[in-house]
T-cell receptor, first 109, second 115 residues
Framework: LAKTTQPISMDSYEGQEVNITCSHN???????ITWYQQFPSQGPRFIIQ???TKVTNEVASLFIPADRKSSTLSLPRVSLSDTAVYYC??????????FGAGTRLAVHP | EPEVTQTPSHQVTQMGQEVILRCVPI?????FYWYRQILGQKVEFLVS????????KSEIFDDQFSVERPDGSNFTLKIRSTKLEDSAMYFC?????????????FGPGTRLTVL
């Protein structure tokens, strides 16, 4: 599975849009790009998944360029409750998930 | 909304003792997983289970570990002889062929403390 690289931490303020970029240079044809969120002492929670172009759900948007070597998770108008660790993963479905260190997002008042 | 449940929420044991961590996956799910997270570290894959057998396991999942689906609802992780380094949060997860391809539903975790 392709290795992912994302910022260790980010800071934002309430009401701002947050974009977290992830690189996955060695992504394979069968791989999907998936993002999870984790709050302290809780299990990870699925946010969004995409293969190419743009995907949007009620929580976030995911932008994937044509070469699929990177992706950007966009969180619109964050609130304090969005403070969490965000993981970018590349995975093939029904198989293990390989988590990296993730991006620790801190949202300030 | 259906959810994965885990018991106990916290387990304290002595080194060398056996522990069984229990999970009830979402009822129509077919794929089951165990992960662990040592405090302050990343989430690590232990094992995946499908069709009543292990489909993949990590290097961490050595002979001290075993999994079982004893009935139609429970999914258990057994650690035969616990070590200090087994202290971690253990997460069970499940997934189905419906929904998003890599969407796994995680339970709240069991915090295992080995003394």
């Amino acid at each position: 599975l392709a290795k992912t690289t994302q910022p260790i931490s980010m800071d934002s303020y309430e009401g701002q849009e947050v974009n977290i970029t992830c690189s996955h240079n060695n992504i394979a044809t069968n791989d999907y790009i998936t993002w999870y969120q984790q709050f302290p002492s809780q299990g990870p929670r699925f946010i969004i998944q995409g293969y190419k172009t743009k995907v949007t759900n009620e929580v976030a948007s995911l932008f994937i360029p044509a070469d699929r070597k990177s992706s950007t998770l966009s969180l619109p108008r964050v609130s304090l409750s969005d403070t969490a660790v965000y993981y970018c993963l590349v995975a093939r479905g029904y198989n293990k998930l390989i988590f990296g260190a993730g991006t620790r997002l801190a949202v300030h008042p | 909304e259906p959810e994965v449940t885990q018991t106990p929420s916290h387990q304290v044991t002595q080194m060398g003792q056996e522990v069984i961590l229990r999970c009830v996956p979402i009822s129509n799910h077919l794929y089951f997983y165990w992960y662990r997270q040592i405090l302050g570290q990343k989430v690590e894959f232990l094992v995946s289970f499908y069709n009543n057998e292990i489909s993949e396991k990590s290097e961490i999942f050595d002979d001290q570990f075993s999994v079982e689906r004893p009935d139609g609802s429970n999914f258990t992780l057994k650690i035969r002889s616990t070590k200090l380094e087994d202290s971690a949060m253990y997460f069970c997860a499940s997934s189905s062929t419906e929904g998003s391809y890599n969407e796994q539903f995680f339970g709240p975790g069991t915090r295992l403390t080995v003394l």
